[in-house]
């Protein structure tokens, strides 16, 4: 009894709620006419596509500088990546290679600037780190009309210069690592003779998910990494063991850039889209509330609360809609969508976070 | 002075932390004007029962607590620290609650500015009255010289040394018009006897005007001098409440322990005539600690004691050493400069410093024991890793981590429930043994220790103290030790600095006349600088 009691003051009410709210959802499904292997398959497709974004925020979590509104600044290294690999004529795991490795070098150097400029405003990272992402996306927005590109794939068709808003990537790396191994179970060949329905796992996603999830956790448990706790924890202890603070921030953010970075690159690939202009200014609000379902608190983050927030923050937004939907018949997702995500960033920021300080 | 009715009493109070019972049944009164004296061991429960009487929501977050407490013949059960100062209960916490950035003033005053109506107000109502500066200065004045002390009124609290935080807090007390019991957990465990006496001054003021006092202090003699009554806690259960006439510090210290307790050796090592540390013309720029200019040797295997007045600049010279604040002139180390400015290279440089401002800079109070003990050598040192890939990544090695920390805890006799549990835990004695452990771990030859038996018990005082001096012993550690006690220092030290304005007053052996020291301390006289060991 008392191990019950334990486990649930651990986990947390909130997230025993939604998790008992989602598998309520998951069962009344099928009475409603929604097909539980199509949710299964979104479920874990949306999981993929969005943790490594979740995963991102967790460095400067750990290092005190709060939840890194700024992730759209990682998000544009990503799509300088791709974009500059398509320009490059590079396709498949090729293209997809070289993407990751532009943006990591994008991702650094925005990465530096950018945790320069937060150790500048302690205390305020949060609100600053907002309206870096907001100018830099709008900077960019003007950039990716100027800046040479010139594939016809990637520009707009009747001009012949300046990106189009959204690129494919079907003949580049398009489902690169969802199609990688993927297991279908359940599927059915319709009258085409190709496969359909059933439950499809995305194992090439998947794999790649796990490996980020163990570097991030390997580099918390690096000497580096520990550093960067305890100077969230604080800086003042920190800098008495020898540590230089500004360092370990400044690493903090870098780390966070570029694999927000990535993040997007494996979005792309599974969503099929490169979307450039405003579409990253909303991109960190998402990855934030996940975050926080998943029980971390602003100071204070975990692999454990990255997975769960994230399976449980996509379910919602996957289950919620295609339910009522069917309920209500109109079309709401993107009204709830909203909804759901934005109120859990305002649950979230209000529930009392134990810290000490 | 107990009137006839009892102005509060606790009745059968009892409380654990989800099953880690500290307190058990304590059941006690105090009566108006009355001082009690409450002493207990490190984690005895004291503070937490100050907590459960003050409403502090820490307590109803972990369970609440069973018994009953009446306050003037009624049961009172506080939800929040403000009902409890509505009803005249005053609290001074072990650690301080003020706001850095705001004057003494705006801190006495603060949530009870006194204000000014203006023309607005007759149109909005009170919230338009503007603050009436003149009269909250005066007002903080007064609560100050109620105290008997020197403060300056318009300093910003951050600025301040840590004796007049404590007296900054406690004028917030008694600046309120309706307090009827003061609670001070441990407020001379930061100010060095002078101070103390001071407090102890005032405090009799109070209870005069008819104030009641619980009064919590591991300085037992301060215990006896002032208290009418003395309430000793053992592991959670009220063993004794006795009026204090014929009680010696010697019986207190037996009751709370529950066994004798031996006076510690003072047997002291030779050491050696050769210089180990040698610091010349040292300035230091730590806010309400200046140093100005210091000149002392520390031979090697010395235990240098450095005294002082709280705010003459005795906290700055480690600090400043250790790379904490911004330091100028010379340090050389076993003839090797000491890198001034950058504490990475000076714990490098086998060097240690335990810090007087234990939950600021000694602990990260969120973490587990374990990282507490063992983070420094392993930032510094590159202790408490495992290389893989060769050597590519260095992860932290838990394993020997809660070997270290499982090593200390038995060693230093730290009262926990395990290597996992997080630091803010702990009793506040215990938090400061885990500063030690942090210290020790690096296995420095040089060790500065500020304070290091700020709030301990007893018991505890004297684990502190041998294991310093059986570290310079057996490890041959010099030791450069900070005090606002001069009988600590008096008891360990072969040799004994006194530092007044910044500057170094004079060295005594611990053998001097205390008037000696007393002479330097208030700069009536200024020693000569030479050695005296
Ligand atoms: N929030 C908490 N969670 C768990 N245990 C706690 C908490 N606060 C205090 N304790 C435990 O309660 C016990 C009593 O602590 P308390 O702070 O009351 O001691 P104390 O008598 O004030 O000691 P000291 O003289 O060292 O200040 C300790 O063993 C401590 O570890
Ligand atoms: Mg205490």
Redesign the pocket.
């Known amino acids: 009894m008392n191990r019950i009691k334990a486990f649930i003051t651990d986990f947390g009410w909130p997230r025993i709620i939604i998790a008992i709210f989602l598998l309520a959802l998951f069962i009344s499904a099928p009475f409603v006419g929604v097909k539980l292997d199509a949710s299964f398959t979104d479920v874990f497709n949306r999981f993929g596509q969005n943790v490594i974004m979740v995963l991102a925020l967790v460095p400067m979590v750990q290092a005190g500088c709060g939840l890194n509104f700024g992730l759209p600044l990682g998000i544009l290294s990503g799509l300088l990546g791709s974009t500059m690999a398509m320009q490059f004529g590079l396709t498949g795991p090729m293209g997809f290679l070289v993407a990751i490795l532009i943006t990591i070098f994008f991702g650094s150097i925005f990465g530096l600037g950018y945790g320069k400029l937060l150790n500048k405003v302690k205390g305020e990272e949060m609100t600053i780190a907002m309206y870096v992402g907001f100018s830099a996306v709008m900077l960019f927005s003007i950039l990716w009309l100027l800046l040479p590109y010139t594939k016809p794939d990637l520009v707009m068709g009747y001009a012949g210069e300046g990106l189009r808003r959204s690129i494919s990537l079907e003949k580049y790396w398009d489902k690169i690592l969802n199609n990688f191994l993927a297991l279908r179970i359940g599927s059915v060949r319709n009258l085409a003779g190709n496969l359909s329905g059933g439950f499809i796992f995305p194992t090439g996603l998947m794999m790649f998910v796990a490996a980020c999830v163990v570097f991030m956790w390997f580099f918390l448990r690096t000497k580096t990494g520990t550093a960067m706790t305890a100077v969230g924890s604080n800086p003042d202890f920190a800098r008495a063991s020898g540590v230089s603070v500004e360092k370990m921030r400044t690493t903090s953010v870098v780390v966070s850039t570029i694999i927000g970075g990535i993040g997007i690159l494996v979005y792309q690939q599974s969503f099929g889209f490169v979307q450039v202009y405003d579409a990253p200014l909303y991109m960190a609000f998402p990855a934030v509330s996940a975050l926080l379902i998943g029980g971390a608190s602003v100071t204070k983050a975990s692999m454990l609360n990255v997975v769960i927030g994230t399976l449980l923050f996509q379910g919602m937004l996957t289950m919620t809609p295609s339910v009522i939907n069917s309920v209500l018949k109109t079309d709401m997702s993107e009204v709830i969508r909203i909804i759901v995500s934005n109120g859990m960033i305002i649950y979230a920021l209000t529930r009392k976070t134990k810290v000490t300080k | 002075m107990a009137n006839e009715s009892s102005l509060l009493s606790l009745e059968g109070i009892s409380k654990d ?2 099953g ?1 019972v ?2 058990e049944d304590v059941t006690f009164t105090v009566g108006r004007g009355e001082i009690i004296g409450l002493v ?12 459960i009487l003050f409403g502090m929501p ?1 307590i109803a977050e ?1 369970g609440g607590f069973k018994g009953r407490i009446m306050l003037d013949g009624k049961q009172v059960a506080f939800t929040s620290p403000f009902d409890a100062l509505d009803a005249g209960i005053g609290m001074v916490h ?1 650690e301080f609650s003020l706001i850095p950035g705001f004057t003494a003033t705006e801190n006495i005053t603060l949530n009870r500015e006194s204000m000014k109506r203006n023309v607005a107000c007759d149109i909005f109502g009170e919230r338009m009255s503007v603050l009436d500066r003149a009269r909250m200065r005066t007002r903080a004045a007064k609560a100050i010289s109620r105290l008997g002390v020197k403060l300056d009124p318009d300093i910003l609290v951050s600025e301040m040394p840590v004796g007049h935080k404590q007296f900054t807090e406690i004028a917030r007390e008694i600046d309120r018009s309706n307090v009827k019991l003061l609670v001070l ?2 407020p001379t465990a930061v100010l060095t006897e002078t101070e103390a006496e001071v407090l102890i001054q005032s405090m009799r003021m109070l209870a005069a005007q008819g104030i009641s006092i619980i009064f ?1 202090s ?1 300085r037992l003699h301060e215990i006896i001098n002032v208290a009418d009554k003395i309430v000793v ?1 053992r592991d ?1 259960k009220a063993v004794k409440s006795v009026p204090v006439k014929g009680v010696s510090v010697h019986d207190i210290a037996t009751w709370m322990v529950g066994r004798e307790v031996k006076g510690s050796s003072s047997m002291l090592s030779a050491c050696s005539e050769k210089v180990f540390l040698k610091v010349d013309n040292l300035w230091v720029d730590m806010p309400g600690e200046t140093v100005r200019n210091v000149s002392f040797d520390v031979c090697e295997g010395e235990i240098f004691g450095i005294g002082g007045l709280a705010g003459q600049g005795k906290l700055g010279i480690p600090n400043g050493l250790m790379g904490l604040f911004p330091a100028g002139g010379n340090a050389s180390l076993d003839d090797s400069p000491v890198p001034l400015n950058d504490p990475h290279k000076v714990l490098n440089n086998h060097m240690a410093f335990v810090s007087e401002d234990r939950r600021g800079v000694g602990l990260l109070l969120d973490e587990t024991l374990e990282w507490n003990v063992a983070f420094t050598a392993m930032q510094a040192k590159g202790e408490h890793l495992i290389p893989v890939l060769g050597g590519l990544f260095k992860l932290r090695n838990e394993r020997t981590m809660k070997l270290l920390a499982e090593e200390y805890i038995k060693t230093l006799e730290i ?3 395990g290597p996992k ?2 630091a ?9 043994k885990i500063c030690l452990a942090k210290a020790f771990a690096l296995k420095p030859k040089l060790l500065f220790v500020s304070e290091p038996t700020r ?3 007893v018991g ?1 005082k004297a684990i502190v103290l041998e294991t310093l001096r059986r570290y310079n012993k057996e490890y041959g550690m010099t030791i450069v030790m900070v005090s606002s006690e001069l009988e600590e220092l008096r008891s360990i030290c072969h040799r004994i600095a006194i530092v007044d304005e910044g500057r170094i007053a004079g060295i005594l052996p611990p053998t001097a006349e205390i008037a000696e020291f007393g002479l330097l301390m208030s700069g009536e006289k200024t020693g000569k600088n030479g050695d005296a060991a």
């Not at chain 2, 207990?40 to 100050?50: D, P, Q």
């Not at chain 2, 803010?424 to 400061?432: A, C, F, P, T, V």
């Open positions: 932390f989800y880690n500290v307190l207990g061991e490190n984690g005895a429960g004291k503070t937490t029962l100050m907590r820490v972990t072990q957990d441990e919590i591991h806690l959670g009262k926990c429930t549990q997080r803010k835990e702990l009793s506040g004695g215990n938090q400061q709030g301990i018990d505890a």
